[in-house]
């Protein structure tokens, strides 16, 4: 009885004695994410690989369903105040994320837990997607893709028109030349198809050309911005797309990707534009024709394009946890920004690396060598500096401006609407959304 | 006489309720009422702030002509779906009536659509009359010459949802007529017969008004079917498209809710919708069921 009870006296006296780190069992990190099947399984990878390197913390992944499903289950989680650690969330959801009042910046969350980070070491398209005007990080980020064109080379090669560049980008009038052949030879059914029609058509034609695709730089500098779509510049493209569309150059195939897809592989179109986690995709369907995948491209005007820009989705950290907790979320991201967890991701996903480092790594190894195709996007993506109009866009409801732009463009492909038309329409609808966006945030 | 039984205590027959009204409380009225309040907020989804606005919310609804073709586009496609699977479950009904040989199985595989969820219906069919990968709408082009394009064409949208939605509600509807069928006596029909009576006469002037009560019950199932189960149908094959051309309410609700977070507008739509599924039924139950006929 003496004995045992000295026993408990001592037992107390050491947990007293050393840090608590001994005693206390290890703190659970939460992480909810969107990531399934094969990117599940990575994702599952990385966090048993960040568990077994230490003892402090432990990272617990979910998978809470689709993008939307997840930031809806973060919302209703911090809404009954039992939020996790780290949401990651798509991209059109970032001026959501940032307006929330219920996150906590990355850039300070790693200054406050002692991370010394280089941020410029960091791939900088990738980054400004997710920074405030003034440049600070406010997510990490964590899958990042952007849109190449994909092209059957059997076609090209039938029709004698020579392999495309990997880094030089086409004309658009050169596409037109090559579409027209192509069709008119009756070698392909239709000539280019595109997936995300705003996303590529819209978003990104906008960021390479450097022009605005909302006023106040895209959104990053203030609410009150509006969409600036119906420019010469996009609708002139658009009014290209419909004439295409008539002799069949241009085929519309859906707004998201499987329709387009299914008609490249199919062979009834030749030029496909989608974003680089097409690649994955094509090499499974296995496909009986040669294909390869080019830059998208560019206006014979612009001499020296812009950077594309991302899609994806990023990690945040949100309000209202310990700062022991902090501190291991701190260690994890940092853990997640180390070359071997960004090559891994890298190689087994197909998104692209976030670091210089872990580029230049992959690089050194002869990675890009064995997998030109991985290198198209990260080239166009890192081909110039990103400017205010290129880093990104930041607008509240983006969700259903982009709606709104699917629906308006659907209008001018099934022949209800002129181009002019329907980008006007579609300012005018969208500014509506951000209107209403401004007004639930404004104090 | 009709026996009533009557309870001694008081307060028993409103214990035994208690457990359904507390199930209603808590699962109906206290959400709708969390949405009626949420119309007049503007919000962030984070519950950070929220403002009160008034009739903001609504005005900026009424004032979007596309929300006014999206009622209009819920009314053609609910009417659609509940003529067609009406109409096409009570002449199914009415085959399956007469003496089959095998007539318990005709009619378990005749109900069997029923089971299949509204989203893997619309799976389905997408794969029967997609444009690039539908065997069926390869058929179309090819044979009939025509440009049947569910993707850029609203109206071949509309068709293929509405065939969709259709299709597993023709055996919700075969199930009532059926059994609404054998509810009438067969004296009656036979004494018909044997006054003359055609086939088509005997189902018009006999077989149809006893229907009546089946007919509209169903009715009003159908549109409430049409006007929210069918979500599923719409999210898997069209999301809404093209050109919003298949964008019915409740799945505005849904996009502009769970998808854009934008809370305010999407209570609003709810609230709107509820309004007219309510009006509906109501002028239901006032004008079409003064023609019902409950006992024969």
Same mark, same amino acid.
């Given at each position: ?10 037992? /107390? ?26 990117? +599940? ?16 913390? /432990? ?5 809470? *369903? ?155 500098? +203030? ?73 998208? @491209? ?21 309000? +209202? ?50 997998? @030109?195709?991985?290198?198209? *996007? ?20 983006? /969700? ?11 209008? /001018? ?31 | ?50 403002? %009160? ?14 929300? !006014? ?126 006054? $003359?009576?055609?086939? %088509? ?38 999301? $809404? ?16 809710? %769970?998808?854009?977070?934008? !809370? ?33």
């Amino acid at each position: 009885m003496k004995l045992s009870r000295l026993f408990v006296v001592f037992a /107390v006296g050491i947990c007293l004695a050393l840090p608590a780190a001994v005693c206390a069992e290890p703190v659970t990190i939460n992480w909810w994410h969107a990531m399934r099947s094969a990117r +599940g399984k990575v994702v599952d990878e990385m966090i048993k690989q960040f568990n077994q390197s230490q003892s402090e913390y /432990v990272v617990v992944g979910t998978n809470k *369903g689709n993008y939307d499903e997840v930031l809806n289950a973060g919302v209703a989680a911090f809404r009954a105040k039992k939020q996790p650690h780290i949401l990651q969330v798509f991209e059109v959801g970032t001026q959501t994320m940032m307006m929330s009042g219920s996150i906590y910046p990355v850039h300070k969350l790693m200054a406050e837990t002692g991370h010394k980070i280089d941020w410029s070491n960091y791939l900088q398209a990738v980054l400004s997607y997710y920074m405030d005007a003034d440049g600070n990080l406010m997510s990490m980020p964590f899958n990042s893709s952007t849109p190449i064109m994909y092209y059957n080379v059997s076609m090209f090669e039938k029709a004698g028109i020579k392999p495309l560049s990997k880094t030089d980008p086409i004309t658009w009038d050169e596409l037109g030349e090559i579409t027209k052949k192509l069709v008119d030879d009756g070698i392909s059914p239709a000539g280019m198809v595109t997936a995300w029609q705003s996303w590529i058509q819209i978003e990104n034609y906008s960021a390479i050309h450097n022009v605005p695709f909302a006023s106040k730089a895209n959104g990053y500098e +203030g609410l009150d911005c509006e969409l600036m779509i119906n420019n010469p510049l996009v609708t002139s493209h658009i009014e290209r797309l419909k004439t295409w569309a008539k002799d069949k150059r241009f085929m519309y195939g859906g707004q998201k990707y499987q329709g387009p897809k299914s008609e490249f592989i199919a062979q009834n179109a030749a030029v496909y534009m989608d974003s680089v986690s097409g690649i994955a995709k094509l090499k499974k369907a296995n496909l009986e024709f040669k294909w390869d995948a080019a830059p998208l @491209p560019v206006e014979a005007s612009m001499k020296s394009p812009q950077n594309s820009i991302i899609g994806g989705a990023s990690l945040w950290v949100l309000n +209202g946890h310990s700062k022991k907790e902090y501190e291991g979320v701190a260690a994890f991201l940092s853990f997640l920004a180390t070359n071997e967890m960004q090559s891994y991701w890298h190689k087994e996903t197909g998104y692209f690396p976030i670091t210089l480092n872990a580029y230049n790594d992959l690089k050194a190894k002869g990675y890009y060598k064995e997998n @030109p195709l991985q290198t198209v *996007g990260i080239d166009q993506l890192n081909r110039a500096v990103p400017t205010k109009i290129s880093r990104g866009l930041r607008l509240g409801y983006f /969700v259903q401006i982009r709606n709104i732009i699917n629906e308006e463009l659907e209008l /001018v492909w099934n022949g209800k609407k002129s181009p002019k038309e329907a980008l006007d329409n579609a300012v005018a609808r969208s500014n509506i959304q951000l209107r209403t966006f401004e007004k639930t945030y404004k104090k | 006489m009709i026996k009533r039984s009557t309870y001694k205590s008081g307060y028993l027959p409103y214990l035994l309720i208690l457990p359904q009204i507390l199930v209603t409380l808590t699962f109906f009225y206290w959400p709708a009422l969390q949405g009626l309040i949420q119309s007049f907020l503007l919000s962030d989804p984070f519950g950070q702030s929220s403002k %009160f606005v008034g009739f903001y919310n609504y005005i900026e609804l009424f004032q979007d002509p596309l929300y !006014l073709k999206s009622i209009l586009t819920t009314l053609t496609f609910s009417i659609a779906v509940a003529s067609v699977s009406m109409a096409l479950g009570l002449f199914i009904a009415t085959m399956a009536n007469r003496a089959l040989r095998a007539t318990a199985l005709v009619r378990t595989l005749l109900i069997w659509p029923y089971a299949v969820a509204p989203a893997i219906s619309g799976i389905l069919w997408l794969f029967l009359l997609h444009p690039s990968y539908g065997i069926v709408a390869l058929g179309i082009n090819k044979w009939l010459g025509a440009d049947w394009n569910p993707v850029l064409h609203g109206r071949d949208a509309m068709i293929m949802v509405t065939i969709a939605s259709s299709w597993k509600q023709i055996s919700y509807n075969f199930v009532f007529f059926m059994a609404g069928l054998q509810a009438i006596p067969k004296s009656l029909i036979e004494a018909a017969a044997i006054d $003359g009576a055609s086939p %088509f006469k005997r189902f018009w002037a006999i077989t149809f008004p006893l229907l009546t009560p089946t007919f509209f019950f169903l009715s009003v199932m159908n549109i409430i079917y049409s006007f929210f189960e069918t979500f599923g149908v719409i999210h898997t094959v069209t999301q $809404g498209g093209p050109g919003g051309s298949t964008n019915i309410l409740v799945y505005k609700v849904y996009q502009d809710g %769970f998808v854009g977070l934008n !809370l305010g507008s999407s209570s609003a739509q709810s609230v709107v919708l509820m309004s007219l599924i309510i009006l509906i039924t109501v002028l239901q139950f006032r004008y079409v069921e003064k023609k019902v006929q409950y006992t024969g």
